[in-house]
């Protein structure tokens, strides 16, 4: 059932929105060289609780009857998504995905982002890119009268355009109240009947991007995605809302948030 969200839904949805959004930043900007996993996890719980949000993730039960026990997803090169922290540095030349979840107003935002550390190689550069992009092409369908498989094959085709793979197993999801909500929001067409795309939907959309096949595995923790041929992967993510005409991406942020929602 897809819960389509009021005006004062949105009044309470926003703001989650933008605090997950700013963390995701303030998180991404800690990242260099020498610094583990975990000191980034407990970074990002700490940001997290000075703007008065909950880590969306922390205790999430998800195809796996294990609480989910970071504050954030970090997933290291070949890691695809839910990777958990520990006491790896993280070195020169590494891509990091970071995906932040925060419940704030009752609402949970939902938003990731891949970034260097320092910096990195021509390849794992254009996988960012294209990645990323893959994400605005999909953004762009996502008007009322469209369907989710507009956004999917937009996704699906810019990607493997760029001679990329886009991941199946993992999709994209409608977010409110509840971190995955129906639709699911595939990064490939798969042939299913697919939903009309109406206002008031809010939904994730993340294209999770391999740079070798599109297969993956789960590691023995339960938790973390690795491409199955150990090639590097990327991941972005917005939640975006369906308005009558453009679409509102709501996992944005201005640099006077932090005293706007102080205020
Ligand atoms: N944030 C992920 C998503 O984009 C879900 C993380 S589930 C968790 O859908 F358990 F790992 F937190
Ligand atoms: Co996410
Ligand atoms: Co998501």
Redo the contacts with the bound molecule.
């Keep these: 059932m897809i819960i389509i969200k009021s005006e004062r839904d949105l009044e309470a949805m926003r703001p989650a929105c933008a605090v997950a959004s700013a963390v995701l930043d303030e998180v991404a900007a800690f990242i260099q060289p020498g610094v583990t996993t975990h000191d980034v996890d407990e970074f990002a719980g700490s940001r997290m609780r000075y703007y008065g949000a909950k880590s969306a993730f922390f205790g999430y039960r998800h195809k796996s009857s294990k609480k989910y026990p970071c504050q954030l997803c970090i997933s290291v090169n070949e890691q695809v998504v839910h990777g958990l922290s520990g006491p790896r540095p993280l070195r020169f030349g590494d891509i990091v995905s970071l995906?932040v979840?925060v419940i704030y107003n009752g609402f949970i935002g939902?938003?990731?982002k891949t970034v260097a550390v320092g910096g990195c190689g021509l390849l794992a550069q254009k996988l960012m890119d294209v990645s990323e992009q893959a994400l605005y092409e999909g953004i762009a369908q996502a008007v009322p009268g469209k369907r989710v498989v507009d956004i999917s094959r937009a996704i699906q085709q810019y990607v493997e355009g760029n001679g990329f793979s886009v991941v199946r197993e993992f999709v994209?999801?409608g977010?409110g109240r509840s971190?995955?909500e129906d639709p699911q929001v595939p990064n490939f067409v798969d042939g299913k009947a697919s939903e009309k795309l109406r206002p008031g939907m809010t939904i994730?959309i993340?294209p999770m991007v391999n740079a070798g096949l599109p297969g993956v595995k789960v590691l023995n923790d339960g938790w973390t995605v690795v491409t199955q041929d150990g090639s590097l992967s990327a991941h972005f993510?917005h939640?975006v809302l369906i308005t009558e005409s453009e679409p509102e991406i709501l996992t944005w942020h201005d640099e006077k948030m932090g005293l706007k929602l102080k205020a």
């Design positions: 995906d979840g939902d938003t990731a994209g999801h977010v971190m995955h994730a993340e993510e939640t």
